[in-house]
C-alpha cells in the first residue's frame, strides 16, 4: 500500500538535546511538507520542499532543519535552539502543484514530541 | 496572513442531523481544500474546490464556494458518530511566492452524539 510513514510515534527531547523526526513516502511526490499542531491550533507550516535538493522555510522555520537528499524522504531536526518544541508534529506529500493550484497533500499520523 | 478561518470553533448535534462548517479567507485563491482529522491522528484529504467551481459534492459531502466573499461551507449530511473529528480548510495562494504551499485554519470540532 502507498502511503507516508512517521517515526517514531512519541519522542521525548532532553533539555539541550537535537532530536530528528523520520518521514518516508511511497508515492512518488515530488512535494513534502513538515508542519507542527500546538493543542486546538491548525498546522503551522515548519518546511517544505517541492524537489529533491531544495526546500524552503515556512511560517516557524526558526530552530528546525531539514534535508531532502532522496525524494522519498524528509527528515526533520528539532534542535535545541527551539525553546518550545513540545507538540504534534505532521509530515505530509503532495504532487507537485500546476497551473490549477496546488494538489491535495497526503498526511502521516504524525510524531508527538515531549520535553524531559 | 492567507490563512482560513473555520467557524464555529466547536459543533455539537445529533446523530442524523446536518453539519454545517464555514471558511473564510483573505487573498485570491487557485482551489479551496477541506480536510478531516481524528484525534491524534493526521489529516485526510475530503475534497477541493477550484475558484471557478461554486459547488461540488462528494457522498454525503456538500462543498460551497463565494469567491466573492472569500468564503466557502462544508456541508455534512445526516451525519454519523463516525463523522466526530475536527475539519479544517486549507486554501494556497494564486502568486508565485505562495505556491506549493497550503494555509490551514484553526479547525472546526464537531462532535456527533449517538
Known sequence: DGGITQSPKYLFRKEGQNVTLSCEQNLNHDAMYWYRQDPGQGLRLIYYSQIVNDFQKGDIAEGYSVSREKKESFPLTVTSAQKNPTAFYLCASSIRYDRVGNQPQHFGDGTRLSIL | ?114
Not at chain 2, 453539519?19 to 482529522?37: D, E, P, V
Open chain 2, 1 to 114: 496572513s492567507q490563512q482560513g478561518e473555520e467557524d464555529p470553533q466547536a459543533l455539537s448535534i445529533q446523530e442524523g442531523e446536518n453539519a454545517t462548517m464555514n471558511c473564510s479567507y483573505k487573498t485570491s485563491i487557485n482551489n479551496l481544500q477541506w480536510y478531516r482529522q481524528n484525534s491524534g491522528r493526521g489529516l485526510v484529504h475530503l475534497i477541493l474546490i477550484r475558484s471557478n467551481e461554486r459547488e461540488k459534492h462528494s457522498g454525503r459531502l456538500r462543498v460551497t464556494l463565494d469567491t466573492s466573499k472569500k468564503s466557502s461551507s462544508l456541508l455534512i449530511t445526516a451525519s454519523r458518530a463516525a463523522d466526530t473529528a475536527s475539519y479544517f480548510c486549507a486554501t494556497d495562494g494564486d502568486r508565485g511566492s505562495t505556491l506549493g504551499r497550503l494555509y490551514f485554519g484553526r479547525g472546526t470540532q464537531l462532535t456527533v452524539w449517538p
